[in-house]
């Protein structure tokens, strides 16, 4: 069964702390994302990677890092330096077209 | 000038009406367009995809592009409780650009 899994679902930051979330897909493309969405606001792109091993920074990329040593793992890490990471955070995959194909979401939440 | 413009709503309009969507633009390069379909909590789905301008039909879901007016649109038929929803344009100036996204209507289909 293909597809994007994100968890957790639901995860919790107590202040000060690093939290990652996890994004792991089997379509077997090599573009990814990750996005950050806000009531009312949309989706904002925090970074992408084309491929595996290189990744560039999204329109809000502060406070937030990643990584991509496997083809189907991009993991999302949200730092202490972000002060305001309340939000539904979105992975998505893309190959070879203009189509995104979402996971499920993960709501990250301040204690 | 935002570079994709789409009203918020919400949008309520009573089961089996045509409900019309819509999002204007400003980039006169992009040249795909896609509507995708968000439920409360959940990932974006892709809905429907076009390339430049012109009409695409997929059941009760017809898109619609005037490049000339910076205009794209989306209709549905017969409309069900089920359509309720958070619909989001989405579009691109090359197949391995940026997705810009529009900050999305919610729908609300009334039984």
């Known amino acids: 069964d293909g597809g994007i899994t994100q968890s957790p679902k639901y995860l919790f930051r107590k202040e000060g702390q690093n939290v990652t979330l996890s994004c792991e897909q089997n379509l077997n493309h090599d573009a990814m994302y990750w996005y950050r969405q806000d009531p009312g606001q949309g989706l904002r792109l925090i970074y992408y990677?084309?491929?595996?091993?290189?990744?560039q920074k999204g329109d809000i990329a502060e406070g937030y890092s990643v990584s991509r040593e496997k083809k189907e793992s991009f993991p999302l890490t949200v730092t202490s330096a972000q002060k305001n990471p309340t939000a539904f955070y979105l992975c998505?995959?893309?190959?070879?077209?203009?189509?995104?194909?979402f996971g499920s979401g993960t709501q990250l939440s301040v204690l | 000038q935002k570079e994709v413009e789409q009203d918020p709503g919400p949008l309520s309009v009573p089961e089996g009406a045509i409900v019309s969507l819509n999002c204007t633009y400003s980039?006169?390069?992009?040249?795909?367009f896609m509507w995708y379909r968000q439920y409360s909590r959940k990932g974006p789905e892709l809905l429907m995809y076009t390339y430049s301008s012109g009409n695409k039909e997929d059941g009760r879901f017809t898109a619609q592009v005037d490049k000339s007016s910076k205009y794209i649109s989306l209709f549905i038929r017969d409309s069900q409780p089920s359509d309720s929803a958070t619909y989001l344009c989405a579009m691109s100036a090359r197949r391995d650009d940026k997705i810009i996204f529009g900050k999305g209507t919610r729908l609300h289909i009334l039984p």
């Open positions: 980039n006169s390069a992009f040249q795909y």
């Open positions: 998505a995959s893309r190959w070879g077209s203009e189509k995104l194909f």
């Open positions: 990677s084309q491929i595996v091993n290189d990744f």
